[in-house]
C-alpha cells in the first residue's frame, strides 16, 4: 500500500511538472518591442537593464515587459536574451 501511494504522489508531481510547463509555453506567446525601435535584438535586453540601475526613465512601462508576468525585473532582459537565442523564456 505504502508503495501504491509514493507511485500516486510521484503521478501528481510529474502531472504538476507537465502542466506548469504547458503554462510557461503559453506565456511565452507574448513578446514586447522594450526599447520601440521595430526590431528585437539585444539592445533591448541592455535598455531593459538601464531602465533596472536607474538611468533613464521610460513613457511606456508596459513594452519593458517583455515576458508578460506584469512585472520589470531581470527576468525580463534574459527573457529577451533567451528569445534572441531561440529558447524557451
Ligand atoms: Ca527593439
Ligand atoms: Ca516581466
Request: aromatic content about 8%; glycine content about 14%; cysteine-free.
Given at each position: 500500500?505504502?508503495?501504491?501511494?509514493?507511485s500516486l504522489i510521484g503521478g501528481v508531481v510529474l502531472a504538476s511538472m507537465a502542466v506548469s510547463s504547458?503554462?510557461?509555453s503559453a506565456a511565452n506567446t507574448h513578446t514586447t518591442d522594450p526599447?520601440?525601435?521595430?526590431?528585437?535584438d539585444i539592445a533591448d535586453a541592455v535598455y531593459?537593464?538601464?531602465?533596472?540601475?536607474?538611468n533613464y526613465e521610460v513613457s511606456?512601462?508596459?513594452a519593458l515587459d517583455f515576458n508578460?508576468?506584469?512585472?520589470?525585473d531581470d527576468y525580463?532582459?534574459?527573457?529577451?536574451?533567451r528569445y534572441l537565442a531561440k529558447m524557451d523564456y
Open positions: 500500500m505504502k508503495k501504491i501511494f509514493k504547458l503554462a510557461v526599447n520601440g525601435n521595430g526590431i528585437i531593459v537593464s538601464g531602465y533596472l540601475h536607474g511606456d512601462i508596459y508578460g508576468d506584469l512585472l520589470v525580463d532582459s534574459l527573457a529577451i536574451q
